[in-house]
């Protein structure tokens, strides 16, 4: 065992997924006991084969090229010394990544820009470390300098959470850096208070911001205050689409005309994936035009700053794979390279063909790494078991295996773990089931809606009707028909619907049953008492009748 860190309790993703449809499964089919046995066999077959819960797809966390410490950026005086003493993490300074060290660079040098790069890539600190290092830099400059802008109420109080790990609670005290949420959820007195004195960093929502320049007491002391604004944030710019999209860049220019300052305002975008353009330089031109049109101000092509990434792993994958899935491919299996530590894990052939089919995918031409396209552990297993002559299952348990060891192990130097991955599963509610109008132990039954069954176009399909056949003469009771797409002949002219609602339905009955075709003076179910008002509804044409009987017959 070498001197890597491990997780040990590192959560088992694939355990928790089990247990969740395991628990969902018996929560949707507890409320419903299907006495038809065709039917039931056919829903179960539904529920074996994951109808409501598709396989999961599997996210993996590439890794990020680093760009030094907060230490390395107040060595070359991009930052402040005392900038770089707040951003640590115990004792040691906070270790950035290219991007991040990229987007302060931008900050510092007075441009706007976009951060868009995935999740679990710290953007949040791209954009709060040059704001804390310009506050700092103009300690005696009053009033508000950063508005943050937030989505959601949600990502806000996470923010907040965040700020007190670096810069402590905030403080209505001078000293220090004085950061104030303000989305609404505040009591009253704290609003006073943020009113009274704005802070130097400013947290809230859109809609709040919309608010805020409409209600002229808040809005005389609050951009009374911001003569020296100069970062206006937006997180999260891919929600602002549409028509919110256009009601957003609407609030920017009157923020910015609101705002009494003295120099132009750096406007901040951060996001995910913006473009799906085919690579990263029509990517950053495309998120470029966006981010120009919201902020109403230049963001260049070369602002828009992307993830930088690296492979993990470092092994050969053309090495022989089909030993290391039989020591990883069954249940019972216990590989000792899974808890050998993060160098020789890192180095391992499999542990590098699951990050180069999971995670990372090389860009046509450019060679430049980006993320894989999602998929699902599945179709994964069943190319290593083509390429190892193993069998699907035996491969997917040793993927499965890697990556939660992967997930268990950590980089000594960094502290984040070798392969960090998500499982995003799709969750339906139930359905219903469609037959044909016939007979119970023939009936055709379907789980797709459709107006007729699949290759039998005049046979058209109703959704939860039960139809008892009857010999002698009934009537139909209780039931609604609304509307005519289907027809049956029974075997005898009488039919009973008990307690059903048969959504689409007409029954073409045979003769003698109706009788000769000419108008009729009564129902022939209901008698006169229906007519001549109609109150059954019933009428004839021709040898076919539509019968919708809401009497008490």
Request: hydrophobic fraction near 35%.
């Amino acid at each position: 065992m070498t001197d890597s860190a491990a997780c040990p309790n590192a959560l088992d993703a694939f355990r928790v997924h089990r247990d969740l449809i395991r628990d969902y499964r018996q929560f949707t089919e507890g409320f419903v006991e299907i006495r038809d046995s065709r039917l039931a066999e056919s829903v179960r077959d539904q529920s074996d084969r994951g109808a409501q819960w598709p396989d999961p797809w599997l996210s993996l966390n590439p890794t990020f090229a680093g760009g030094g410490t907060v230490d390395d950026l107040a060595a070359t005086t991009t930052l402040l010394p005392e900038t770089a003493a707040l951003f640590r993490l115990g004792n040691q300074p906070l270790s950035l990544y290219k991007h991040q060290v990229e987007a302060i660079a931008a900050a510092s040098h007075g441009d706007s820009y976009v951060l868009t790069t995935g999740t679990g890539s710290g953007k949040s600190l791209a954009y709060i470390i040059p704001i804390v290092d310009y506050v700092l830099r103009h300690r005696r400059l009053s009033g508000i300098k950063a508005i943050i802008v937030y989505p959601m109420n949600a990502l806000a109080n996470s923010q907040v959470q965040e700020l007190e790990k670096f810069l402590g609670k905030p403080s209505d005290a001078d000293e220090g850096i004085n950061y104030k949420r303000y989305t609404g959820q505040e009591q009253d007195d704290e609003r006073g208070r943020i009113l009274a004195s704005p802070p130097d960093i400013l947290l809230t929502n859109y809609v709040m911001l919309e608010l805020l320049l409409t209600r002229p007491g808040e809005r005389a002391k609050l951009f009374g205050a911001t003569s020296n604004l100069q970062f206006l944030v937006l997180d999260e710019l891919h929600t602002y689409r549409g028509r919110q999209g256009a009601d957003v860049a609407m609030l920017v220019r009157r923020v910015r005309e609101a705002a009494n300052t003295k120099s132009s305002i750096q406007c901040i975008g951060t996001s995910a994936t913006m473009s799906t353009a085919a690579t990263v330089t029509e990517q950053r031109i495309e998120v470029a035009a966006v981010a120009s049109q919201v902020f109403g101000t230049l963001v260049r092509p070369d602002n828009v700053i992307s993830e930088t990434l690296i492979r993990a792993t470092g092994a050969d994958t053309d090495t022989d794979l089909r030993p290391l899935v039989d020591a990883r491919g069954t249940a019972e299996a216990d590989d000792p390279v899974l808890a050998s530590g993060y160098e020789e894990l890192a180095t391992d052939p499999l542990a590098a063909w699951i990050e180069r089919r999971f995670g990372l995918a090389e860009e046509p031409g450019s060679g430049i790494l980006v993320r894989g396209a999602p998929t699902t552990v599945k179709m994964p297993s069943e190319d290593l078991a083509a390429l190892t002559s193993r069998t699907p299952e035996a491969c997917r348990i040793a993927i499965q295996q890697t990556l939660l060891a992967g997930a268990r192990t950590e980089n000594p130097v960094s502290g984040r773990p070798l392969f960090a991955f998500r499982l995003h599963q799709f969750i339906s509610k139930g359905a219903s089931v469609y037959v044909t109008l016939e007979p119970e132990d023939t009936r055709a039954i379907e789980h797709t809606y459709q107006m007729s069954y699949p290759d039998r176009p005049a046979t058209l399909l109703g959704s939860d009707a039960f139809i008892l056949w009857r010999s002698a003469a009934t009537v139909a009771r209780n039931t609604s028909w609304l509307g005519a797409t289907n027809s049956v002949t029974p075997s005898s002219p009488a039919l009973e619907c008990r307690s059903a609602t048969i959504k689409t339905a007409t029954f073409t009955l045979t003769p003698p049953a109706l009788g000769p075709p000419t108008p009729p003076t009564a129902c022939p179910t209901c008698g006169p008492r229906c007519l001549p008002a109609g109150g059954c509804g019933w009428s004839r044409h021709g040898v076919t009748a539509y019968h919708r009987p809401w009497c008490s017959t």
